[in-house]
């Protein structure tokens, strides 16, 4: 079992026990922003989606013009040797990572051939299934690709989601529904959204200002075989106002229902505990 805050990392190619340091002060990543990590999770014995996760920390490297320095493959075994050193019934979420190590000679461009990996896996529980959020808005957007790495999941990225966060939190809201820059409605600050409305599914249509994520992937997939239709359409705070359930999807806790958007309350409806229902028997499929 890992020490101290239940962490193992893997780095310089070999687990270390804890939270082993993994970057130096001069490094790319640690005082110009070049890292990108991935999420993925351990739970039930389970690690549903972890080769689409794997594949995905190598597609942001290569969009912050970092060179990914181990395949998909090699990854998955790599975190499978991790998880050996939890408990079967551990809930672990496991972050990939990659950061530039040398700059060119702007210092401001990474150079490709020199980049830093490394795994962390650190115990962390599943949210309780009675688990919910209320949400308000936030003055704060979600960027463009023309300003922001937005095809990437960034650590750059975080600080804007973080600021998001705390107004929310200083209105005595959980999270926040943010628009992207036309004013349509994107995500929350840390999961992507869904609304229902006369037993329909609306999501927002990926654009480019917000990750899709795998977890948002697996839920419209899953919704849709079970004969539910599920739109990817524009969206309006206005529509979410009027919807009948609204729900939150991402990687740390899959399904997360909203119980109030500001003045507009909701009950945990029969599309989220249906989506919920439909996740937890496909992971426990891929056993």
């Given amino acids: 079992m890992a020490v101290g805050k239940n962490i193992r990392t893997y780095f310089d190619g070999q687990w270390h026990n804890g939270d082993a340091p993994i970057m130096r002060a001069a490094d790319h990543g640690a005082w110009l ?14 690690t549903p989606d972890l080769v689409a996760h794997c594949e995905r920390v190598n597609r942001s490297a290569e969009a912050l013009l970092l060179t990914p320095t181990v395949t998909t493959e090699q990854m998955v075994e790599i975190v499978r040797e991790g998880l050996d050193g939890y408990a079967k019934g551990s809930a672990v979420y496991i972050r990939p990572m990659y950061w530039g ?3 060119d000679a702007t210092a401001i461009v990474p150079q490709q051939d020199s980049t830093g990996f490394a795994i962390c896996l650190e115990e962390i529980p599943m949210a309780p299934e009675t688990a919910s959020v209320t949400l308000t808005t936030t003055r704060f957007r979600r ?3 023309e300003s922001a790495v937005v095809n990437a999941k960034a650590g750059c990225l975080y600080p804007n989601n973080a600021r998001m966060l705390k107004e929310a939190k200083s209105k005595g809201f959980s999270n926040a529904l943010v628009a992207d820059a036309l004013g349509h409605v994107a995500e929350t600050a840390t999961a992507n959204i869904f609304m229902v409305r006369d037993g329909e599914v609306f999501t927002p249509t990926p654009n480019g200002t917000f990750l899709a994520g795998i977890t948002r992937a697996r839920h419209i997939k899953n919704l849709r075989a079970d004969g539910v239709t599920v739109h990817e359409s524009a969206l309006s705070f206005e529509d979410f106002h009027k919807a009948d359930e609204v729900f939150m999807t991402g990687n740390m806790n899959k399904i997360t229902p909203v119980t109030a958007l500001e003045g507009t309350q909701y009950q945990v409806g029969p599309i989220a505990r249906r989506a919920r229902e439909l996740y937890w028997d496909w992971a426990a499929s891929t056993r």
Avoid: Y
């Fill in 33 to 46: 922003g070049s890292s990108v990590f991935d999420g993925a999770r351990f739970f039930d014995g389970l």
């Fill in 101 to 103: 190590i040398d700059g």
């Fill in 143 to 145: 960027p463009v690709l």
